[in-house]
Structures are given as C-alpha cells and as structure tokens.
C-alpha cells in the first residue's frame, strides 16, 4: 500500500480521500533533520505553507514520486531539485480563487467607508459619525491591474455593485475584454482615471514596484489602492508617503514585500490604511478545497493517471518523455524570452519545428513554450494541463509547423508571435547533448547561450555605443560575464546580448535607454530551473 507523509495541518476532507487509498501518517511541525530521518519511507509528502521542502529532504526521499502543495504558491519547494530526481510537484492553483476575490472586494468597501477605523472609535465607546463619512462605489471606476482568474471575478463583484470597470492587462485580447464588460486602457489612462485600484499579477522583475513613486505622481486625486495579490507589487515607502501628503485617499493591504510587516513600516501608524495579516485564501472553504483538489491530483500522480496540476513535468509515458526532455527548458525559455522581451497581447503563435525535433511528439514541446509565454504573466498558477486552455481562454491561437530538413543545424525551433498584426519571431537549437543556444532574435543572428541574467538592446550601429553600454555596467560594478552582437549590415540597426552576473537594478536600465544610439532595451531573467536537464527516473 502507498505510504503518505502530511507534514502540515491538512483539512480533514483531504485527508479522508488520501486514507482511502493509502497508508497515511500526519507529523506537523518537523524540522529538516527530522524529516530526513522519514521521509525515505513515503511515496508522497503533502505540505502547505509550514514545511520547507529542501534538497537535501527530497534526496533522501528515495521512494518519493509526489510532492504536493496544498495552495497556490510552491516557493517552499525546491522544484528544481524535485524535477531532476524526477518527481512531480503538484499543487492546487484554483482552491482559493473565491475566498481571494471576496477579500479584496471586503477590504474594498471597508476602505471606502472607513469600517475598521469606525470600529475601533466604537469600542472606545465614541459616536464620531461625521468624522468616518465614506463614499459609495456606485458609479465609481475600478481600475483592474490584471484580469486573470482572480481579477475577472473582483470584476464580476464590482459590476453588481454598479462600478465602472477599466483595466490594464497587456496579455489578454480586446475581444476576451469586451465579453467580461471590461473597457482595456493603456497604464497611465488607468491610473489618471480610477477611483479605486487592485492588483492582480504576479510578482516577478517587471513587476515589481509596478505601482511606484512615478506611478503615484500620476493618479487621479482620492484615489483608493487594493492589494491582496502579491507583496512587491507596490513600493511601500513610495505609498505611505503618498498617502500621508493626501495624494492617495486610502489603501488597503493584505500582502507585503517582507512578511510579517515589520513593526517600524511607516504604513502601521496611518489612519487611512487598512492592514491584514495574509488573509486572503484564509477562509474554511478555501482551505477545504485546496486541500480535496491536492488529494485528488496526488493519488492520481500516484496511480499513473493525468494529472491537471503538475507544475513541473508533463504527465506523458517515460518513453515519450525521454525523446524530448531535452527539448523542454529551452522552448520554456524562448516563451518568457519573447514575452519579457515584447510584451503584450498574443493573437497568435506559431511554433515551427525543423530538422530531427519535427519527428518527436510535439504537444508537450508546443505547451512547454505557451508555459514559459504565460508564466511571465500569470506566475506559478499555468503547467502542463492548463496552459493550452489559458492560451485559448485569452484567444490565442496555436499553430504548429514541421519540417524534416534544415541547414546548419541538427534541430531548430522558430517562436513566431503575432501581436496587433506585427510578429516577431525567435529562434533557437541544441548543441551535442545540452548546449541551448539562441541562434536568432528578430531578424538578427546571434550565438547565445541562455544565462540567468541579460539585457537585450537594439541599437544604431556606430563607434562608441557598445562601449558607452560596457563603461555604465563598470561604473555601476556590475560584472559583464559575456557579450555577443548581431547586424545585418554596417552602419544599421543591431542587437547586444549582455550576459551579467547580477539582477540590474532599473537606475541602471533608465541610463542605458537614454545613450546615444541605443533603440530599445529589454532585461531578461531566465529561472534557473530552465536552465538545467530534467533527469527522468522510473520509479
């Protein structure tokens, strides 16, 4: 019989459907070196948030094919090493869809009439009436920064409460718009215009500080800011000092950049913030179902059958798998290449296959790169199921297309993307066994090897501008591991590919965009998980 390990306090609904088809053991509240000592009896281990699943555990776990987590987020699993021990890292990305929304929308409407503040004078036994006078939300405008899953129903809330929606969601299509009665606006029209924000979008480097000190600058007088998404979204000190020279009315926060809030956040001792402690998924029901959406998914890992939430490896044979292992972190890198890079909406990709890769099973290639496309929009919540209805919920179109003949190479794999009638396309091949290189970038040829950290510029081919580039990343001590260039012809436009040893902080950024010669720049992180070998084991 299946032997399970749940390592924190797992709803009890979960736990019946695991004991009905396992021998399951419930040790909350073990250390690293505790669960070392066990966890090479279990076939499984189920966690949430409490328990950091490490390297080290998920080596001695020998017997180990699943690992689960009960929510969303699996920052507390080292899925790279679950992945190359070949176990699959499941979660449960819908369970608290609802309870999320509901939250955002309650600390909504306790920020436009002052509840908690209210309150409190109450029960210190006061009758300020006019003192807490609020505002209706009828007829207000609600600015949606992201209208995925959770976004699209805190619209839904909103509408019945008679708010205008408007929303910035550079990913989603017009006509996806349209039919959830949400008007798409440019970043900087939604901010001028909204009475009320919320955010929706992952945390990630091109969000984070996405509302800032420049962004605060900008917005409408009175406005209200909701947070309930991801800590980072907003810079913090640029907020509490908005809010304390009146340029923002109110703001509501349940997520923030390090948690638990430090005790000197400036944000603790203002009267018109509102405060919670990560409460968004904490609600009975949501707790319930992540924990009967985990169960499920895992036994069926278990059991061999299709799983609908792995977040690391497709559920395919071992056979297939091993014919195209190879292939799989490098179209998720040429997705998030491409999507950090461009950005925007996606009304169609194309993905052509050439050469020895046209003759292997293409599905899980075409949604290993949707993954990398999506993910840079969505976060950890798209995998190997989902992601090609994502791609058809927001109206994008799939094509594949397989030549057996190509020059130069053993294998290539173009990325074509076509946004607003213009496509751009990205190209790249494998090496001997695993050497990934991007071989093309627009209509430019380079020789790059994926590395964690890059910026990608296009520039004016002339004296001094790679230089000046070089100059600024010495002066700012950030170290240039490798740079390659590619043009068409001298004197025209060109593309630089910096590989760096650091994250390049957006100061930075700003100087590079504003030299001489340089068009566009693009800084790009690619995972680490994405740039090693999954190794594939039948256990």
Not at 120 to 133: A, L, P, V
Not at 303 to 322: D, I, R
Not at 344 to 355: A, T
Request: charged share 25%; glycine share 10%.
């Amino acid at each position: 019989m299946m032997k399970i390990l749940v390592s924190d306090p797992l709803s009890r609904e979960g736990l019946d459907l695991l004991e009905e088809k396992a021998e399951v053991d419930v040790k909350t509240g073990k250390n690293e070196e505790e669960l070392l000592d066990i966890i090479g009896d279990y076939d499984a281990l189920f966690v949430r948030s409490g328990t950091r699943v490490t390297a080290p555990i998920i080596e001695k776990g020998e017997n180990l094919q699943v690992i689960g987590r009960a929510g969303v987020g699996v920052d507390n699993i080292d899925v790279e090493k679950a992945t190359e021990q070949g176990i699959m890292v499941i979660n449960a990305p819908e369970g608290n869809t609802v309870s999320t929304a509901e939250h955002t929308v309650a600390m909504m409407c306790s920020l436009a009439r002052n509840i908690p503040a209210a309150h409190q004078s109450s029960k210190e036994k006061k009758w300020e009436r006019k003192k807490f006078t609020g505002v209706e939300l009828n007829r207000k405008v609600l600015g949606l920064f992201g209208i995925g899953r959770i976004g699209g129903e805190v619209g839904r809330r909103a509408r019945a409460m008679g708010m205008k929606l408007l929303a910035y969601d550079p990913h989603i299509s017009t006509e996806k718009a349209k039919k959830m009665d949400v008007e798409l606006v440019g970043k900087e029209e939604l901010l001028l215009k909204a009475d009320f924000i919320t955010l929706h979008m992952p945390k990630n480097s091109s969000t984070y500080h996405f509302i800032g000190e420049e962004e605060l600058q900008k917005v409408k007088p009175g406005l209200r800011i909701i947070n309930c998404a991801r800590g980072g979204l907003i810079d913090e000190k640029a907020l509490a000092e908005a809010l304390q020279d009146g340029r923002v009315a109110g703001a509501a926060l349940d997520v923030f950049e390090e948690e638990p809030l430090q005790e000197d956040s400036p944000l603790r001792d203002l009267d018109n913030v509102i405060l919670t402690p990560h409460l968004a998924a904490s609600t009975r029901e949501a707790q319930i179902n992540v924990a009967v959406q985990v169960a499920e998914q895992g036994l069926k890992a278990l059991q061999g059958k299709p799983v609908v939430s792995a977040v690391n490896v497709p559920s395919l044979p071992l056979e297939v798998l091993n014919e195209i292992k190879l292939f799989l972190p490098l179209m998720r890198i040429l997705g998030s290449l491409y999507m950090q890079m461009y950005g925007g909406s996606i009304d169609q990709v194309e993905i052509g296959y050439n050469g020895e890769i046209a003759e292997k099973p293409l599905e899980p290639l075409t949604t290993s790169c949707l993954i990398g496309l999506l993910q840079v929009i969505l976060g950890e919540e798209v995998n190997f199921v989902n992601a090609p209805y994502i791609a058809k919920n927001r109206g994008i179109q799939v094509r594949e297309l397989r030549s057996n003949t190509i020059e130069n190479y053993a294998s290539l794999v173009t990325l074509n993307v076509t946004s607003g009638g213009e496509t751009r396309s990205i190209a790249a091949t494998l090496f001997n066994e695993y050497d990934m290189r991007i071989v093309r970038i627009g209509e430019y040829s380079v020789d790059v090897t994926p590395y964690r950290y890059m910026l990608i510029c296009s520039f004016i081919d002339k004296p001094g501008v790679i230089g000046k580039v070089g100059t600024l990343f010495g002066e700012e001590g950030i170290n240039i591991a490798s740079m390659q260039v590619g043009r068409k012809y001298i004197g025209g436009e060109g593309v630089m590919v910096l590989q760096v040893d650091g994250a390049i902080p957006q100061e930075l950024l700003q100087k590079v965009k504003v030299l001489d010669g340089v068009v566009e720049t693009h800084f790009v992180e690619i995972p680490e998980k994405d740039l090693k070998v999954p190794k594939v084991h039948h256990k």
